[in-house]
């Protein structure tokens, strides 16, 4: 049986590598984790797939390797003094992949396709700071025209905001926002136009294969505005969400990058943690749980409360991640500019046993039993035990591990098919706006079913508040509410980034709090 293991394992790093003889060897791969959702940028909402659209698409803005903002497919822009106007010049050399100018226009038809509501665009509210996008994507406001989102001509692009939002060049690097072509669409339709030989793109990269559970193969887009400082050639991305394979893929030499830490197996970071390929750096990220409210007895404020206070966070950190996460009794992670969270929900058995009994469940009687959801990752899995444990020890409550696959898990949260499930969240850009407005009622990455008309009005509230101490005091109001009154949700521990690449061979990555790492900047030296 070994021998058979260790024979299907060099099987998998050659086809993986790219050692086929009908196709060329990859000039650097890493790992991605699980099998890309999809590449559509309007529809993705995973970090693994982002990474690979923010390759494969630019916006109007870009993020250099220390995860600031750059100028992308607009070489420059004005704003107007009250903050609500951008006027973006877009360069004149930009192309896409089949050679055809990026124009303005291709920014208003994709950002119009994003906000349709047939769309189902998940994160489309991060077009909602646009004039009446909001109305639009509700089917309200039928009229895309209305929709302050202008192109003037070929290479002017204006934007009219409903409020002023220091963090929307921000926004325009996002996936999200960024162009797709619309003739390739209406071509091959919605499913088929993301595939090889169909998709065309404005980035660094174009899509050469896509061989599902094998790699996805990006190649050099000759006709992208700055080919000539795109570092490397051809890349593989490898799909594995199994730390074990990952480590193996690593340690052989078949990957050249490993970016995520839950690719590693946790038993092994102290061993790993002095070696010269290890690096690591807080970013702004969170792992928390989601509680199902639409279901008894989660609909109930108590439970859930009782469920957060019974989580041993700090033995969560210390036995599970070890990689020296801090626990997290708040959701927006330290880091943030201008913001300090409110004191939410910390471990605490005795008062977490006195909620349940007010809810009608003393000592877990009569508590029905629950699953706990997670994906098919093996630090979720360790992390899932644990509470599982913690939960019947403290509170006598059962509860049910529920593993799946990366895309039926996402299928199943965003169908509020579980109880509770494990998430996080990683900031898309440095403000607690982007962990908090996720939770508004009906919001497409809520995916809890809670709805709070107060907590509505406080992020509806500091979108327009221009002063900086007024609008922290009200988002923090409404972090309370977020993880501590109602607690829709449960935060456990904030990530500490981990990449394994030899710094000798590798340069172009830079540890930052976005945890972004674009892959045009990557070099590997021979």
Request: net charge negative; hydrophobic share 40%; proline share 6%.
């Amino acid at each position: 049986m070994m021998r058979l293991l260790h024979v299907s394992f060099l099987i998998s790093i050659c086809l993986l590598s790219g050692c086929d003889s009908k196709s060329q060897k990859a000039d650097f791969v890493f790992l991605n984790g699980a099998e890309p959702e999809s590449l559509d940028p309007a529809v993705i909402t995973g970090q693994l797939e982002g990474r690979l659209v923010s390759s494969l698409f630019e916006g109007l803005t870009a993020r250099d390797p220390t995860g600031s903002i750059v100028p992308g497919v607009a070489e420059r822009w004005e704003i107007s003094l009250d903050g609500r106007q951008y006027l973006f010049h877009l360069r004149s050399d930009a192309r896409w992949s089949n050679g055809d100018p990026v124009t303005a226009y291709d920014f208003a038809d994709s950002w119009k396709r994003t906000l349709l509501p047939q769309t189902a665009a998940e994160y489309a509210y991060q077009l909602y700071y646009i004039e009446n996008a909001e109305a639009f994507n509700a089917g309200k406001l039928p009229d895309f025209n209305q929709v302050g989102v202008h192109a003037l001509d070929d290479q002017r692009l204006e934007v009219r905001l409903t409020n002023p939002t220091p963090f929307f060049l921000d926004l325009c690097a996002f996936p999200t926002l960024m162009p797709v072509h619309m003739k390739t669409i209406q071509k091959y339709g919605e499913d088929e136009w993301i595939k090889p030989g169909h998709i065309v793109s404005n980035g660094p990269y174009t899509l050469e294969q896509w061989r599902i559970n094998q790699r996805v193969r990006l190649l050099a887009n000759p006709f992208y505005w700055d080919r000539a400082n795109v570092g490397l050639n051809r890349i593989d991305a490898l799909p594995t969400d199994n730390a074990n394979t990952a480590f193996n893929l690593y340690s052989s030499g078949a990957a050249d990058l490993t970016l995520d830490k839950n690719l590693i197996p946790a038993m092994l970071l102290d061993a790993l943690r002095g070696r010269p390929d290890f690096h690591s750096s807080p970013f702004l990220g969170t792992y928390f749980y989601r509680f199902n409210v639409t279901r008894p007895p989660l609909n109930n404020p108590l439970v859930r409360q009782a469920i957060a206070l019974a989580i041993d966070k700090k033995r969560i950190v210390e036995k599970v991640t070890r990689a020296g996460e801090p626990v997290a009794d708040h959701f927006v992670p330290p880091g943030i500019h201008n913001y300090e969270s409110p004191a939410c929900l910390g471990h605490n058995p005795d008062e977490a046993r006195e909620l349940l009994r007010k809810a009608g469940y003393p000592g877990g009687k009569g508590f029905p039993t629950i699953s706990l959801l997670y994906a098919d990752q093996s630090i979720a899995k360790g992390v899932a035990t644990e509470v599982q444990d913690m939960l019947h020890k403290e509170l006598g409550i059962t509860v049910q591990l529920a593993q799946q696959e990366w895309k039926v898990y996402l299928n199943s949260m965003s169908q509020l098919d579980y109880d509770i499930a494990a998430s996080s969240w990683l900031g898309d850009y440095n403000d607690p706006n982007t962990f908090l407005d996720m939770f508004v009622t009906g919001g497409g990455n809520n995916r809890t079913g809670w709805s709070n008309a107060r907590y509505d009005g406080l992020i509806q509230q500091a979108a327009k508040e221009v002063d900086v101490e007024k609008r922290k005091i009200i988002l923090q109001e409404a972090e309370g509410l977020l993880c501590r009154d109602e607690a829709p949700i449960a935060p456990v521990y904030f990530y500490v980034g981990v990449q394994f690449y030899d710094p000798q061979k590798i340069t172009g990555l830079v540890q930052n709090v976005l945890d972004e790492h674009p892959l045009k900047y990557i070099r590997k030296q021979n």
